[in-house]
């Protein structure tokens, strides 16, 4: 992609890493992890070992100590892979789950879990959303007791990623009968009572482990409480804009890539005498829709950028939520209209990323939500 004006070669030689990671060990072999309908572990683990799984976190534990401006170039170019299922897998474990341990976690902890989900040896997941609660957190209904020197839990989680995989999940629960009065757990796989109840077959994001998770009296020390007590919604709404800006970049990622094979597309496609290109139409189509992808880069960008200055981020990144998932489903229906009949074929990618793109105006926050956040803060 283009450099942006907050560059540092730093970020170019992220870039080019990660490209030639997703040239090398992604696309020629991803087709079969959305058969398999997960991504490989010894793939994951090459990332962590390639330093790509601690770039927020602590250089005791094996991270990298960057900023938010690092993190979000991480996100966009692992977006540059016309696989969802892949990218949404590693920003789970990266931007969505993980960094509740990074903020919360304890000293001993970090100590514990913090080294394995750095090198990729422990993936992790976040199990907030319910059947009944989704962007509503403070609707959730699973519990969590105390009970001696344990913490009980009970309830059902749904449309967890990387739920059928994990190893380490964050799960949220309450502890009191005020609204927000939410705590965060750590939850081992293997422990007895927490069990996938099962894995959800998808629209998209196919390569992406997706699951309704079941708490059975799950018994766990109190010492997995991650942060404080009945403080976990907070918890919750701040890794927020962590998430959506993950999001945001990949929406971005997804639309730039099927502006380039759209392009292609057109320049060699011939329809009544001429290509498709020279179609006036459709070049000033796909010019225009180039250019809000630009502006929509940009305006990711900025709002990472002010991360990095602790502003006050929440109803810029509501709107780019907003902005971003709406704007990449009208992007790539585009070009998968100018891709006639073959874009709507599986196996091609301009097919896949229509799939992977409707979530995007959907998961993290939908459209709607997003913008009545911002809206409460004028």
């Not at 683990?45 to 690092?70: I, P, Q, S």
């Not at 962590?242 to 099927?258: D, P």
């Not at 060699?268 to 020279?278: E, N, P, S, Y």
């Amino acid at each position: 992609m283009t450099p942006t004006i907050y560059d540092t070669p730093e970020h170019t030689q992220l870039r080019d890493q990660i490209a030639r990671f997703i040239a090398r060990e992604v696309e020629p072999h991803a087709q079969a992890w959305e058969a398999a309908g997960c991504v490989p572990r010894e793939v994951l683990h090459k990332m962590g070992a390639a330093g790509l799984f601690g770039l927020m976190y602590e250089t005791e534990y094996g991270g990298a100590e960057a900023d938010a401006m690092t993190n979000l170039v991480y996100a966009e170019a692992l977006s540059q892979s016309t696989f969802g299922g892949f990218i949404i897998t590693a920003l789970v474990h990266t931007d969505m789950a993980s960094p509740h341990l990074h903020h919360a976690g304890s000293p001993e902890q970090k100590a514990r879990y913090m080294p394995g989900v750095i090198a990729g040896d422990t993936i992790t997941a976040v199990a907030i959303t319910e059947p009944g609660a989704g962007s509503d957190v403070a609707g959730l209904r699973s519990t969590a007791k105390r009970e001696g020197d344990e913490w009980v839990l009970n309830g059902t989680k749904l449309f967890i990623t990387n739920g059928v995989h994990a190893n380490l999940y964050f799960v949220a629960a309450r502890t009191g009968t005020a609204r927000h009065d939410v705590s965060i757990f750590i939850v081992e796989k293997g422990t007895p009572g927490f069990s996938v109840g099962r894995a959800l077959s998808k629209t998209g994001w196919l390569s992406s482990d997706t699951a309704e998770l079941v708490l059975d009296n799950v018994r766990i020390p109190l010492g997995n409480l991650l942060g404080e007590e009945g403080k976990g919604f907070y918890s919750i709404m701040k890794n927020f804009q962590t998430e959506r800006i993950a999001l945001g970049a990949m929406a971005v990622g997804h639309a730039t890539q099927a502006l380039a094979l759209t392009l292609d597309f057109v320049r060699q496609r011939k329809a009544f005498g001429a290509t498709l290109w020279d179609k006036q139409t459709i070049r000033q189509r796909i010019a225009m829709l180039d250019a809000k992808t630009r502006a929509m880069r940009q305006y990711l960008y900025h709002c990472a950028w002010q991360v990095t200055q602790k502003m006050d981020v929440v109803q810029d990144v509501s709107m780019l939520k907003a902005l971003t998932g709406e704007l990449v489903n009208e992007v790539v229906q585009t070009c998968q209209q100018f891709h006639g009949g073959m874009g709507y074929m599986q196996g091609m990618a301009i097919e896949r990323l229509w799939r992977d793109a409707r979530i995007l105006a959907i998961g993290g926050g939908a459209t709607e939500v997003m913008l009545d956040e911002a809206a409460k803060r004028y």
